[in-house]
């Protein structure tokens, strides 16, 4: 009996209700081992191109202007935020869009594992300071927006195949770009809150 109520619980109720954030998280997790795994395995290359990659990114945010590093981190972030606004309009784009968030987690994970064999455990306590809200704030933003785009594509698919009875989402053009207009401006309010946090890159890697 007891296990019957379980199964029902986890049938229609957290899971039922959040099966899309429990899996992005997930794909997240997975993308931030994978990063931290290749940090660890390119360590030995001080020559390799992953290692010049982390290591200009330091100094980029440690040397460089608060414009620049606000450019820095708009740039790269908006790449994935238009990949996924063009997959959302793509029938078939929503495996490709799980895809986006782990990509980016990866990145996220090569540097957090650079900072740990470079710095060691304290400068991992420092990044949760100065480098973590910002990267939870565009994990964020990224999992609605792909949440949004997987709604899209799925609506985009029923209408192509003309499968009317799963088409609940009632979205249209207009409003998938007012809001892909909202998430961009909330990218502009979260680069600049990076590139701020940038001035502080120095006590991370004293």
Known sequence: MKRIIRTSALKNGLFSHNRFFISVFWLIGVGILLGSAAAGMFSDYENSFVNGVWQAYFLKRETGSIFSCFVGTISSSFLTLALSYLLGLCAIGTPFLYLTLVFDSVGKGLVFGFLYLQYGFLGILKSVVFLLPQNVLICLLFVYAINFSVKMSKQMYCLLSDDKITVDYHLNF????????????????????DALMSRFTYLITK
């Open 174 to 193: 207009k409003k998938y770009n007012q809001k892909y207009l909202f998430f961009g401006f909330c990218l502009v309010l979260i680069s600049a809150f």
